[in-house]
């Protein structure tokens, strides 16, 4: 039973389905009596909550925009946290797949088929936007100190300890209190997280 109650409500609606057939059959054929029949839970929508990812709170978005007029790091996040793309997509666009005009960009290739999309741009993180454009020397919008481009997925580590967790820790809001009281880091993918909460 605990591998069941571990996993997502979806996947234990399927399971509960072949426990019962399971359960009926063996009624039927006398392997067990009706008493020895256990009921089956499916968690509930609260109960099912993602412990990997967790949405910053109002409070944590408030300390992001009180330091992004200094820091476009902080302004990273926050277009994150307002677009709702995964953080590899947005550093992965090209400034040519910024329309600023149009208040939109382009994500041409992402996890799979179905992520290529335009995405528009919130009115508040506009000004992120037209920062970095203006920024990167580099065809690519985001760029690191250097001025080269950030590969997330073979960089992540050297992203993680250079600028994710020193940024967010110095502003107090790198650490949250999960659902369960563990202490635990937000991470990069908790941006999008926030945006579809």
Partial sequence: MAAVKSKNQPMQRKMKILINYLRDYALINEIINNEKKE????????????????????TEIDKLWDSSETDMFI?????????????????????????????????????????KRFVPIHNKTKKF?????EYSVSEYL??????????FSTQYSSFMKGYWCPKLD???????????????MHLPHD??????T
Wanted: hydrophobic content about 35%.
């Fill in 191 to 196: 941006m999008r997280s926030t945006f579809t």
């Fill in 129 to 133: 936007w037209e920062n970095w454009m």
């Fill in 170 to 184: 110095a502003l107090g809001v790198l650490n949250y209190e999960r659902y369960d009281g563990e202490i635990a």
């Fill in 75 to 115: 302004q990273l996040v926050l277009m994150g946290i307002y677009s709702g793309c995964r953080f590899g997509e947005i550093v992965k666009l090209k400034k040519v797949d910024v329309c600023l005009e149009k208040n939109y960009f382009e994500i041409k290739q992402g996890k799979n088929k179905n992520a």
């Fill in 39 to 58: 009921v089956f839970k499916i968690k509930t929508a609260a109960q099912s909550k993602s412990e990997k990812h967790y949405p910053f709170s109002q």
């Fill in 142 to 151: 985001v760029v690191r100190k250097n001025g080269t481009p950030f590969n």
